[in-house]
C-alpha cells in the first residue's frame, strides 16, 4: 500500500457535558460529572480529494496532570489549550504521511506546551486527537479500515529522530504481522468508592443496571478484573477482603491492581503485597494478580527502581508515560509495561509495542495493556477498542459503560445509528443502547470498516463550539 501524503485544511472543536450514574473515585478524585471534547479535522490529499475525520475523548480532570492546586475546570483548560496548539500547528504544517504530521511536529509541540506550563501527558492529548481524527480522515477516503491500512502501512510508519532508539527497527514487518483481535476480554474497573455488596450501599440509582460489584459480577461474568488501591495499607487490606469475598465465587478470574500514584516509591507499595500475601484471606486474589499498575507517584516513577516490587510481580507505568521515551527509562528501573490509552496517542502506542518486540526478541518479557479513561460509547470507545485490537492484546480496562448510562446526554437518534451499525459491540435495553458484554467478552468484528473503527458520527448540533482554553502562561 502507498502512504498518502496530505495536508490538515479544517480543524472543528466541539464538546458536550455527561453526568455519570455512579460516583467513581480514582487517586485524588471522585469524579460524578464530565465533558467530552469531539474534534473534526478535514484533509486533502495529493491527488486533490478531501474528507473528514473524527476523534472523541473525555476532557478527564485530575489525571493528566494531578497538581492540587489547579481547579477542575483549570484541568479541562490545559486540554482545550493542548488542543489548540496542536491543531495551530497542524494547520501550519504542509502535506506529509499520517505517521510524519505526528513524528516530525512532537517535539516543537511538546516544546510549545511546555512554555506554558502544560505537561508532556498534556500535550501528548492534544495531538492524539489530532492524529487520530486525520487518520480516520485517511481511512475514510481510501475506504479502508485501521486494521487493513495498518498491516499495509498506510501511515508510512519508519524509523524517525522522534524514537531514536528503534533506529533500526522494521516497522513494516511488525504492522503487517499484527493480527487484529475480533474479541476482546472487558477488565472491569473497581473504583474506590464502589459497592461491593448490597449491605454497602448507601443509595440506589434505581437504573435496573448493576451498581454492587456482586451484581456487575452476576451481569457481565468478567474473567478479569482492575482493582484501585489507594495506599492506607489497613484500609486496602479490608477492602480488597471484601473484594475478594465476591470474587472467589467465580470459578477462574485475573486482576491487575491499579496503584493511581498513591505511594512515596517501591517499597511502600510492596508493603502492601506482602500484607496481602499475609492474609488467608486473599491467598486467591493474590495468587491471580498478573500486574501492578502505576503505584509510584509520577514525579519520582522514574528516579526510582522497582526491584522491591518488580520481583513480586510485574509492574507497568501509565500516568508516567509521558515524555515518549518514557518507557525507555522505566525499562531501565525495572518496570515491565506501559499502558495503551488513546488520549496519549495511537502512534506512542504503536512505537512503544516496537520497543517490547525488540525488547523480547533479546530475551526480555516486555508487555502492554489496555486502560481506560472512561470511554464513552460510540466514537470514543470505538477508537480505542480498534487501537487494542490491532495491537492484538487479550484484555482491556472497560468502565465507561458501567459508570456513564450508555449513550447519556446524546440524542436518542444517534445512539440508534451506532448500534444499528455495530450490533455485536451495543445491546438495545430499556434505557437505549448500551455496550454488549457477554462471559466479559466485547464482539469487535463490527470495527473492520472505513476508518478508525466507527463510520458513524456523533450528532455535531447536540454539542457547544469548545470554548477558547482560559490557560495563563506562567509568570
Not at 60 to 83: G, I, T, V
Request: glycine share 8%; hydrophobic share 45%.
Amino acid at each position: 500500500m502507498t502512504a498518502p501524503r496530505f495536508r490538515i485544511l479544517e480543524i472543528e472543536r466541539r464538546e458536550w457535558p455527561f453526568t455519570l450514574r455512579l460516583p467513581f473515585r480514582f487517586g485524588v478524585i471522585t469524579v460524578t460529572e464530565g465533558r467530552q471534547a469531539v474534534l473534526r479535522a478535514r484533509i486533502r490529499d495529493e491527488a486533490g480529494r478531501e474528507g473528514w475525520g473524527v476523534a472523541a475523548e473525555s476532557l478527564a480532570a485530575k489525571w493528566f496532570d494531578k497538581d492540587p492546586a489547579l481547579s477542575d475546570a483549570q484541568n479541562e483548560h490545559q486540554l482545550r489549550r493542548a488542543l489548540e496548539l496542536a491543531a495551530e500547528a497542524s494547520l501550519a504544517a504542509g502535506a506529509n504521511t499520517a505517521f510524519g504530521h505526528f513524528a516530525d511536529t512532537h517535539a516543537a509541540h511538546v516544546a510549545a506546551c511546555g512554555e506554558e506550563g502544560l505537561n508532556p501527558l498534556v500535550a501528548s492529548y492534544g495531538r492524539a486527537l489530532v492524529d487520530r481524527a486525520a487518520l480516520d480522515a485517511l481511512l475514510k477516503l481510501r475506504g479502508t479500515s485501521v486494521f487493513t491500512g495498518m498491516q499495509g502501512n498506510i501511515g508510512s510508519m519508519a524509523p524517525h529522530a522522534v524514537a531514536p532508539d528503534l533506529a533500526g527497527f522494521d516497522f513494516g514487518a511488525m504492522l503487517a504481522g499484527l493480527r487484529p483481535a475480533r474479541r476482546i476480554q472487558a477488565r472491569h474497573t473497581v473504583g474506590l468508592v464502589d459497592p461491593i455488596a448490597a449491605a454497602e450501599q448507601r443509595s440506589r440509582v434505581g437504573d435496573g443496571l448493576p451498581e454492587t460489584l456482586e451484581e456487575v459480577a452476576a451481569t457481565y461474568r468478567h474473567g478479569w478484573w482492575k482493582l484501585k488501591v489507594a495506599g492506607d495499607v489497613a484500609a486496602d487490606l479490608d477492602r480488597l477482603c471484601r473484594i475478594a469475598a465476591v470474587l472467589d465465587r467465580q470459578h477462574d478470574y485475573h486482576v491487575s491492581l491499579d496503584g493511581n500514584e498513591q505511594y512515596a516509591d517501591a517499597e511502600g507499595a510492596a508493603e502492601l503485597w506482602r500484607a496481602m500475601e499475609a492474609e488467608p484471606r486473599l491467598r486467591r486474589l493474590s495468587a491471580s494478580v498478573r500486574y501492578i499498575e502505576q503505584p509510584v507517584k509520577r514525579a519520582r516513577a522514574l528516579e526510582t527502581g522497582m526491584a522491591a516490587l518488580a520481583a513480586m510481580r510485574p509492574v507497568i507505568i501509565d500516568e508516567s508515560d509521558g515524555a515518549l521515551d518514557a518507557f525507555v527509562q522505566a525499562k531501565d528501573l525495572g518496570y515491565a509495561g506501559v499502558s495503551s490509552k488513546s488520549c496519549k496517542g495511537i502512534w506512542r502506542s504503536l512505537l512503544n509495542a516496537a520497543r517490547c518486540r525488540a525488547w523480547n526478541a533479546e530475551g526480555g518479557e516486555y508487555f502492554m495493556t489496555g486502560e481506560d479513561l472512561t470511554t464513552l460509547a460510540g466514537v470514543c470507545v470505538q477508537q480505542d477498542l480498534a487501537l487494542v485490537a490491532l495491537l492484538g492484546l487479550a484484555h482491556v480496562e472497560r468502565n465507561g459503560h458501567h459508570f456513564v448510562d450508555g449513550f447519556n446526554g446524546r440524542p436518542k437518534a444517534e445512539a440508534v445509528r451506532f448500534m444499528e451499525a455495530h450490533p455485536d459491540l451495543y445491546a438495545d435495553t430499556p434505557r437505549g443502547p448500551r455496550l454488549r458484554i457477554r462471559d466479559g467478552a466485547l464482539e469487535l468484528a463490527s470495527l473492520d470498516l472505513p476508518g478508525l473503527g466507527a463510520r458513524e458520527e456523533p450528532d455535531y448540533t447536540a454539542m457547544q463550539p469548545m470554548p477558547p482554553a482560559s490557560w495563563p502562561r506562567p509568570g
